[in-house]
């Protein structure tokens, strides 16, 4: 079992920038690929962004790219989203997820590919 604990959620104006950690716990952090959904209200949850178990690779949405970052570290088994830039359409519930070295980078925009969660962070961006 590996237990997911996101925090930094909080409200900011729009331009503003927010760090969401995700403090991982349980399995060997290192093992697993680590990924961030979010789900607006009355949407469904999307992805944001992928980071592999090896840090070698990062994935993100058109969305968000070029404005957020995923990062890791490997000795804090934590996993950040440094959100820059934000807009009132990044107001969201941001939860944290990890799988076990999926077979290919690609399938970590899935979200069925995940195997834990998190219980959600609130972003709120105003305008």
């Known amino acids: 079992q590996v237990q997911l604990v996101e925090s930094g959620g909080g409200l900011v104006k729009a331009g503003g920038s927010l760090r969401l950690s995700c403090a991982a716990s349980g399995r060997t952090f290192s093992n697993y690929d680590m990924g961030w959904f979010r789900q607006a209200p009355g949407k469904e949850r999307e992805f944001v962004a992928a980071i592999r178990w090896t840090g070698s690779s990062t994935y993100y949405a058109d969305s968000v790219r070029g404005r957020f970052t995923i990062s890791r570290d490997i000795a804090k088994t934590t996993v950040y989203l440094q959100m820059n830039s934000l807009k009132p359409e990044d107001t969201a519930v941001y939860y944290c997820?990890?799988?076990?070295?999926?077979?290919?980078?690609?399938?970590?925009?899935?979200?069925?590919?995940?195997?834990?969660w998190g219980q959600g962070t609130q972003v709120t961006v105003s305008s």
């Open positions: 997820a990890a799988v076990r070295q999926a077979v290919r980078g690609s399938w970590l925009l899935r979200e069925s590919s995940y195997d834990y």
